[in-house]
């Protein structure tokens, strides 16, 4: 468990201030903003502790609140979606980093898209939890999507910042559907410290109405997407079709009725497992580390598709050496086969014209 979280400031195009954090250590892993959030309270909460916690065992977790949530800039000039973008661009940007995994939960899978389609250079893996690409004002519902967004923003508006808790749980009981009443009154106090009444309605009022269906199919990173079965606040039809608008994603449906998972319920060590080996290419972990930076190099082009004639030319070296380091390569990544190789190369991010040495 770790026992601190390092807070940070950083300013976004525009000028509004943005709070990030980071825990744990080794290779970096960002997760784009999600409402709602307060880095200081979801550190101690137990709605959001425990994916601290698990997010940060092998990876430094980098997160932020986005502008108008928790230490963020409240009531900020701009709540788009272009600016959301804006914002992480700025948390990357200041923590220095190249190249590392992104995490999208619920809206913030959006931004995580439409940063990787422009930055494709700096993603090398790509998680989508409880995403959606299209937002309730853009799935065809007609009358009844604006009435219900309509609805949902009167209610904050009457209620969010008052002491009269059955507004807010309205939302409350839509993430949590499977939460016990103290998990729901801890949803509900995050909403509150999380931010204003009206903040929230600029940020519902966004997010109803992005769409990266657009952006989706020019992700050029292995992406891995997973959507609870019976999520009661984003359907399940809207993370399957985020998958299958991601070229080669791969979809794992988890067994749950909550859109934030909860550390009790079998779907959360799920979770995690499918993560961790995505990101570490399904090899034991640090495998890909054991390699020379010449079997990196072959590993890059064998990603791509080249044969071992192509390889050698490439590299300037005999089609025999090619053939025992392709052997090396096997017995470090405890693989049998070349496609093997392959498929573990492209979900570790090979084979996308990046650099990965």
């Given at each position: 468990?770790?026992?601190?979280?390092?807070?940070?400031?950083?300013?976004?195009?525009?000028?509004?201030?943005?709070?990030?954090?980071?825990?744990?250590?080794?290779?970096?892993?960002?997760?784009?903003?999600?409402?709602?959030?307060?880095?200081?309270?979801?550190?101690?909460?137990?709605?959001?502790?425990?994916?601290?916690?698990?997010?940060?065992?092998?990876?430094?977790?980098?997160?932020?609140?986005?502008?108008?949530?928790?230490?963020?800039?409240?009531?900020?000039?701009?709540?788009?979606?272009?600016?959301?973008?804006?914002?992480?661009?700025?948390?990357?940007?200041?923590?220095?980093?190249?190249?590392?995994?992104?995490?999208?939960?619920?809206?913030?899978?959006?931004?995580?898209?439409?940063?990787?389609?422009?930055?494709?250079?700096?993603?090398?893996?790509?998680?989508?939890?409880?995403?959606?690409?299209?937002?309730?004002?853009?799935?065809?519902?007609?009358?009844?999507?604006?009435?219900?967004?309509?609805?949902?923003?009167?209610?904050?508006?009457?209620?969010?910042?008052?002491?009269?808790?059955s507004f807010r749980q309205v939302f409350a009981n839509q993430f949590l559907p499977g939460g016990s009443l103290e998990l729901i009154e801890a949803y509900d106090e995050l909403q509150r410290q999380s931010a204003t009444a009206s903040d929230a309605v600029r940020v519902l009022q966004a997010s109803s109405q992005l769409d990266v269906t657009a952006l989706a199919p020019q992700i050029s990173c292995p992406t891995l997407v997973m959507h609870a079965r019976d999520d009661a606040r984003v359907p399940f039809e809207e993370g399957r079709l985020f998958a299958s608008l991601i070229p080669g994603a791969r979809f794992v449906p988890l067994e749950s009725r909550n859109h934030i998972l909860l550390e009790s319920e079998p779907a959360w060590p799920r979770f995690l497992e499918e993560v961790d080996a995505f990101l570490s290419g399904g090899s034991a972990p640090g495998a890909f580390a054991e390699l020379t930076s010449r079997e990196r190099q072959l590993l890059e082009f064998l990603a791509r598709g080249l044969d071992n004639h192509q390889i050698a030319a490439h590299l300037e070296l005999s089609e025999k050496t090619v053939r025992n380091m392709v052997s090396s390569i096997l017995a470090k990544l405890e693989l049998e086969s070349r496609s093997a190789a392959i498929v573990r190369a492209r979900l570790a991010g090979f084979g996308t014209g990046a650099t990965t040495s």
């Open positions: 468990m770790h026992d601190r979280q390092n807070l940070r400031f950083c300013t976004s195009s525009d000028g509004v201030r943005l709070a990030y954090a980071t825990t744990g250590s080794g290779p970096p892993l960002v997760k784009a903003a999600n409402w709602l959030s307060h880095l200081e309270f979801d550190w101690r909460s137990p709605i959001w502790r425990h994916w601290i916690e698990g997010l940060s065992r092998r990876h430094t977790y980098i997160r932020y609140d986005t502008r108008g949530c928790g230490l963020s800039d409240r009531d900020p000039p701009e709540i788009s979606f272009e600016s959301w973008v804006h914002d992480l661009e700025a948390v990357v940007d200041a923590t220095k980093l190249d190249r590392f995994p992104l995490l999208g939960i619920s809206q913030g899978g959006a931004i995580a898209v439409a940063y990787a389609v422009r930055h494709p250079e700096r993603v090398s893996h790509l998680v989508l939890y409880g995403a959606f690409a299209r937002g309730r004002l853009k799935r065809g519902s007609g009358q009844d999507g604006i009435d219900e967004t309509l609805l949902m923003c009167k209610l904050f508006e009457l209620g969010w910042g008052t002491d009269n808790r």
